[in-house]
């Protein structure tokens, strides 16, 4: 089965309908992302099934908890675009910042996105120095993160972005209780609360996100260079 073939099924458990075009556009982003993993470290999935599964239906999930329609939305350290740009795919009028460190990443996502035809910004960039600037701190409906840093570390680098009420989606595995504990103080520290941990079964596998509500804007002094977030993590 091809990849929209998969993903087609899947996000119509949840209720999404998504149509043919779109669907074609899936299978291009497989295919190019499959390409580029020959030459990139892109991802460890190969297979066109597992990429539906594992990657945009992984992604589509988060449509389940808010509505991305017309909202501004950046995904933080995106390294092969999930989870946002299958979202954009699947909800054309949110407005996408795609955002990564590594310079290759970023090329792969302006060469991807011109051949899917979506509009979005790819912006190579450290997220503690971009949450400085204006026009991007405050300046996020919602931000998503699908990286594997510590939920801690994770919020210093995310919840500056966020807007007074917004959100930061943090997509984890089912076993992150402990992250979660060791994150309030942070949460906390950065203008967030906590709204509620939502728990999702993606293709059989466990999978839970932490919708944080920016409740008051982020004091200034956040976010520290990286360094000082690594070695004294709030």
């Known amino acids: 089965m091809s990849a929209g073939s998969v993903l087609a099924a899947g996000a119509l458990e949840w209720g999404i309908a ?3 075009e779109t669907l074609e556009r899936f299978n291009v982003y497989c295919d190019f992302l499959r390409e580029k993993n020959e030459v990139m470290d892109l991802t460890a999935v190969l297979e066109e099934e597992e990429i539906a599964r594992r990657h945009f239906l992984d992604s589509l999930s988060l449509m389940t908890l808010a509505s991305f329609a017309r909202a501004r ?3 933080v350290g995106s390294g092969a ?3 946002g740009l299958p979202l954009k795919l699947a909800q054309p009028s949110l407005r996408l910042t795609l955002l990564d460190a590594q310079a ?3 090329d ?3 060469e991807l996105t011109e051949r899917l035809d979506v509009e979005a910004e790819c912006l190579h960039a450290r997220a503690e120095e971009q949450a400085l600037l204006p026009g991007y701190r405050d300046g996020y409906d919602f931000v998503l993160s699908r990286a594997v840093a510590k939920l801690n570390v994770l919020s210093e680098l995310c919840l ?3 807007k007074p009420g917004g959100a930061f989606l943090a997509m984890k595995s089912r076993d992150s209780d402990e992250e979660l504990r060791e994150a309030e103080k942070a949460i ?3 203008g967030g609360a906590l709204e509620e941990v939502r728990e999702l079964t993606v293709a059989g596998v466990p999978r839970r996100v932490a919708v944080i509500r920016k409740v008051k804007p982020t004091p200034k002094g956040y976010p520290r260079r990286f360094a000082k977030i690594k070695k004294e993590p709030l």
């Open 108 to 110: 792969f996502l302006r």
């Open 104 to 106: 290759k990443r970023v």
């Open 188 to 190: 906390r520290c950065l």
């Open 18 to 20: 998504l149509p043919p």
């Open 81 to 83: 675009g999930f989870p």
């Open 160 to 162: 500056p972005f966020v």
């Open 73 to 75: 939305v950046l995904d």
